[in-house]
Nanobody, 116 residues
Framework: QVHLVESGGGLVQAGGSLRLSCAAS????????IGWYRRAPGKEREFVAT????????GYSTSVKGRFTISRDIAKNTVYLEMNNLEPEDTDLCYC?????????WGQGIQVTVSS
């Protein structure tokens, strides 16, 4: 069984930063695109960022581009999301996603709270 374990969330003041981690247990990312999504209270899930495991090429939603940075550590089998200049509107539950060929895996969700 493959499990995605997220960490690094918490409470931060507006303008601050947080770094999220997503580690795969029971398997290796190996290839394909690993992504971060988020869902605010009362809203649907939205795409945040993605990274191609093999090359490290990254893509971002327009709402976070320039503020967030996605990266990966192959040796640690981990994907990171560096979030800078956080705003209260960024308060949400963040999910790591791995759309593997035979299945799609999701993390449990990690809370990010930004205070005014």
């Amino acid at each position: 069984q493959v499990h995605l374990v997220e960490s690094g969330g918490g409470l931060v003041q507006a303008g601050g930063s947080l770094r999220l981690s997503c580690a795969a247990s029971g398997g290796s990312f190996d290839s394909y695109n690993i992504g971060w999504y988020r869902r605010a209270p009362g809203k649907e899930r939205e795409f945040v960022a993605t990274i191609r495991w093999s090359s490290g090429s990254a893509g971002y939603s327009t709402s976070v581009k320039g503020r967030f940075t996605i990266s990966r550590d192959i040796a640690k089998n981990t994907v990171y999301l560096e979030m800078n200049n956080l705003e209260p509107e960024d308060t949400d539950l963040c999910y790591c996603n791995w759309p593997a060929p035979s299945d799609e895996y999701w993390g449990q969700g990690i809370q990010v709270t930004v205070s005014s």
